[in-house]
């Protein structure tokens, strides 16, 4: 009998694909600073995009982003104190201040220690969790588990961070990440709902990291067409809110080009049509890619030797 993943699959590629300027309000900015920030920010704020939500990593919003997007603060990592209420105290703040915060994050790739992970025993976050997440649920704001990576080491620390919880971790959404490729998201999506089919899915880090640009524009295009048929899946921000030429997934995978262009992909996550921007790289970068094109080149001769 095909598992439910399995089955996901074939009904998300069975069904035609969604046109690529498609709008979508499940939309949001995964928003990643950088040198240009103060040039490309204006681009994701615009009123008649289709971004709805953004997070930035931390608890604070981004300055210049007040207007329709709504914020969601994430606690990235636990702190060093285990009284600290930092985060907590942050959060009621912001709803004090008459902000809406109707969501938070918590622990980015905790079982992660490189790439950008948190890097956080089930146990301490846990326990941080506890103390300053979960008292923001009488405060009417929805808190999301902590964002595991796509390894298959993620679920088993998210196992360990609930039998860690005892029943006093109350998460609404299970936020996931995933950068290979639109096969592969699927599997990982089956397996996330049958695992956890009482909590709604953000997936608040994706993208086919390294791909070609044909690759990537087909993966976005599969996926967003894929989330927005999930009804379990009510938001979803794209990994790529930033110029080519600094991208740490991949040159074609970047909704701007090296000049702050939109790019297609880029384009069509905002709900409008493509641009025909090619996207480039950097002088390093190029130099990477032609080294791994010698490196498969010398394999596949030596293979066929």
């Not at 060093?80 to 809406?100: E, H, P």
């Not at 074609?252 to 702050?260: N, R, S």
Request: glycine residues 10%; contains cysteine; negative net charge.
């Amino acid at each position: 009998m095909p598992s439910l993943a399995t089955l996901i699959l074939l009904a998300a590629t069975a069904a035609p694909l969604a046109l690529a300027q498609l709008t979508s309000s499940k939309r949001g900015l995964c928003y990643v600073s950088s040198k240009t920030s103060s040039t490309d920010d204006k681009i994701w704020d615009e009123s008649g995009s289709d971004l709805t939500w953004y997070y930035n990593y931390g608890t604070s919003p981004t300055s210049g982003y007040d207007g329709h997007l709504d914020f969601v603060p994430m606690l990235w990592g636990a702190p060093s104190s285990d009284t600290d209420m930092t985060f907590y105290n942050t959060v009621k703040g912001l709803i004090d201040g008459g902000m809406n915060i109707s969501y938070v994050l918590a622990f980015n790739e905790p079982d992660g220690c490189t790439s950008g992970g948190s890097c956080v025993s089930a146990d301490t976050a846990a326990q941080t969790w506890i103390r300053e997440i979960e008292p923001l649920k009488k405060l009417g704001v929805k808190l999301g588990a902590p964002a595991v990576t796509g390894a298959p080491s993620g679920f088993t620390w998210l196992q360990n961070f609930f039998t860690a919880c005892a029943g006093n971790c109350s998460a609404d959404f299970l936020p996931l990440h995933w950068y290979g490729n639109f096969e592969g998201l699927a599997s990982h999506v089956g397996q996330a709902n049958a695992t956890y089919a009482n909590m709604t899915m953000w997936v608040t880090e994706y993208a086919y990291a390294d791909a070609d640009l044909s690759d990537s524009q087909e993966f976005y295009n599969q996926s967003s067409s894929f989330f927005d048929r999930i009804d379990y899946i009510t938001h979803y921000s794209y990994f790529g809110a930033f110029r080519s030429d600094t991208s740490n997934v991949g040159v074609d995978t970047a909704m701007l080009t090296q000049k702050g262009e939109l790019t297609d992909i880029g384009a069509w996550y905002l709900g409008m049509d493509a641009t025909g921007e090619v996207p480039k790289g950097d002088a390093a970068q190029v130099a990477k890619f032609a080294g791994w094109v010698i490196v498969v080149a010398v394999a596949a001769f030596w293979t066929i030797a």
